[in-house]
């Protein structure tokens, strides 16, 4: 007599129960509300204070804030001498708190009441001599928001005519007309390390090859 084997059936499993009391998403709304604050240094680029606030979401510290005024970065770029390969203005100077030379975009403090736009022309003036016929916004961000306020926003300067620089006494910079295409392998191999010329020159490097599609 043939026995047969009976198939194992096999059950899924049962669907999970959450209790009343699971956590939900968290969401965040509002803005964080200053309870007090004390300047704790004062010096000649930025002051630092030592906040009590409370955040969204409920929470009470205490943070203490690098404040500044914020700077301008100018990304000059030459479309005329070569246009397949635009030139893009670099410099390079002694960087102290990195210190090393680095090659950077020009850029400086934004001055207590001064616009965005005359305080771009000054720092390219400035720092290479170049003036610009053409000014755009090409980026706005924050340095490092996690306890500096200084923003950052680079202009797009382009129909650039060379004149006399007028650096101040402690900048000692060396120009360099370099084309996009060698800035792009310096970034990659890892030789530029200056945040704000990376996000600049990556992002005019996407816009500009979209544009010749």
């Known amino acids: 007599m043939a026995i047969s084997k009976s198939k194992s059936v096999k059950k899924s499993p049962a669907p999970v129960k959450q209790s009343a009391d699971a956590k939900k998403p968290l969401k965040l709304t509002?803005?964080?509300?200053?309870?007090?604050?004390?300047?704790?240094?004062k010096g000649n680029v930025f002051w630092v204070t030592r906040d009590e606030v409370t955040e969204p979401g409920g929470v009470k510290a205490t943070r203490e804030v690098i404040r500044h005024n914020g700077s301008v970065v100018v990304l000059a770029v030459d479309t005329e001498t070569n246009p397949k390969d635009p030139g893009i203005l670099l410099i390079?100077?002694?960087?102290?708190?990195?210190?090393?030379?680095?090659?950077?975009?020009?850029a400086g403090r934004i001055e207590p009441g001064e616009k965005l736009l005359p305080a771009g022309k000054r720092e390219l003036i400035e720092e290479t001599g170049y003036r610009a016929k053409r000014w755009s916004k090409h980026a706005t961000y924050y340095a490092s928001p996690g306890f500096l306020t200084e923003t950052m926003t680079i202009l797009l300067a382009e129909g650039l005519t060379l004149g006399e620089a007028e650096p101040e006494d402690d900048e000692k910079i060396?120009?360099?007309?370099t084309p996009l295409s060698e800035v792009m392998r310096l970034i990659h191999a890892g030789k530029i390390q200056d945040g704000k010329t990376l996000i600049g020159v990556l992002m005019y490097d996407s816009i500009w090859r979209s544009s010749k599609r």
């Open 30 to 41: 509002g803005r964080g509300r200053t309870i007090s604050s004390k300047t704790v240094f």
């Open 92 to 106: 390079r100077q002694y960087r102290h708190a990195a210190g090393k030379l680095l090659l950077e975009l020009p």
């Open 174 to 177: 060396e120009l360099h007309m």
